[in-house]
């Protein structure tokens, strides 16, 4: 009897002795930041996606860091946590924590973003076609300017130096470009993929006196917002003295473009959390998955569209 009560307060105080140990998959993953919209409904479906598929996370945010990226993945093989995914800051310098981790058995996936290291050194990748978002892009600014304009001048607002995205989208824009020779880049700055760095970007461009801005490409839709407070300060009508097609499709795009002041936006979707899941169940079932996993659905939308999709519009 007394042995029970013992038994019984030892179980109330460290929850330890009758519960069984804890069988749910550990997934480790290491996030970018919250640098966007599109950043946080990424966080918020790996979140919710991992307490539906029962995984056990540990999320941990780099804030646009790389070296904080780099600990954060050693100590989830300090942990020995069964899968490492992450979304990489930049896309180089990861071979030797990639490296680590492959040494300690643990599978790492990577998400939306890409590296430069050997594909060998990790399980799988899922994400976006970053250089068809930028293709879209163009394509669709292309057709926005009648033939009687001989130059039309655009400023670029490239995401974080050295990312995929920034890579990519520019790569994939500047393609297209290249088919229709009264397009120029006049000016190509980065505003770190935050709506205060394409506010500061575009303010900045505009402070130098660079006239005439026809269009404004920006890698992301907060950079989009953000240079927009920036034009209306200048005095300029954004939407309408400068066309303005950006890449995310979140929420507050659609808003500005049923306002009039961005004309489209190309979709990048940020839903990537059940996909993972299912991901992170197979590699840790001993099941290769592929090496490429392209994230599709994405459609370029514009103010009509906007009107009618912004009621259901989660993100
Ligand atoms: O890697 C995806 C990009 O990163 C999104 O377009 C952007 O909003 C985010 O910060």
């Known amino acids: 009897m007394r042995f ?8 109330l105080m460290t929850g330890c002795s009758r519960h069984e140990p804890d069988q749910r998959i550990v997934l ?13 409904a990424n966080t918020e479906s790996i979140k919710s996606a991992a307490a539906t598929s029962n995984i056990k996370l540990l999320f941990s945010d780099a804030e646009q860091n790389q070296e904080n990226q780099i600990a954060a ?6 942990q020995r946590v069964d899968v490492i995914a992450f979304s990489p800051v930049v896309a180089t310098g990861w071979d030797e924590v990639l490296t680590e981790a492959r040494a300690a058995g643990i599978p790492v996936i990577l998400t939306d973003r890409a590296v430069t290291s050997d594909p060998a050194l990790y399980a799988g990748f899922l994400g976006s076609d970053f250089v068809e978002e930028g293709r879209k892009a163009a394509r669709w600014l292309v057709t926005q300017f009648d033939d009687s304009m001989a130059a039309v001048h655009i400023v670029e607002l490239r995401g974080t130096p050295g990312s995929a995205p920034a890579t990519d989208r520019k790569r994939g824009f500047e393609e297209i470009l290249a ?7 006049v000016r190509s700055e980065s505003g770190d993929f935050s709506r205060e760095g394409g506010k500061a970007a575009m303010d900045s461009i505009l402070k130098s006196g660079e006239r005439p801005i026809h269009a404004l490409y920006a890698h992301n839709d907060d950079m989009a917002l953000g240079a927009i407070e920036s034009l209306e300060r200048a005095g300029l009508k954004p939407g309408v003295d400068v066309r303005i097609i950006s890449i995310d499709a979140v929420r507050a ?29 197979e590699v840790v079932a001993g099941r290769p998955i592929a090496k490429r996993i392209v994230v599709d659905e994405e459609a370029v939308f514009t ?6 999709l912004i009621q259901t519009r989660k993100y």
């Open 303 to 308: 103010a009509d569209t906007a009107r009618q």
């Open 179 to 185: 088919q229709h020779p009264r397009f120029h880049i």
């Open 28 to 40: 480790g993953f290491s996030q970018v930041g919250a640098e966007s919209a599109w950043r946080q």
């Open 73 to 78: 993945i050693r100590d989830f093989i300090r």
């Open 253 to 281: 795009a659609f808003e500005a473009m049923i306002a009039g002041k961005l004309n489209a936006t190309v979709e990048c979707n940020p839903l990537l959390g059940p996909q993972l899941m299912t991901s992170v169940t």
């Open 4 to 11: 029970t009560i013992l038994l019984l307060i030892c179980a």
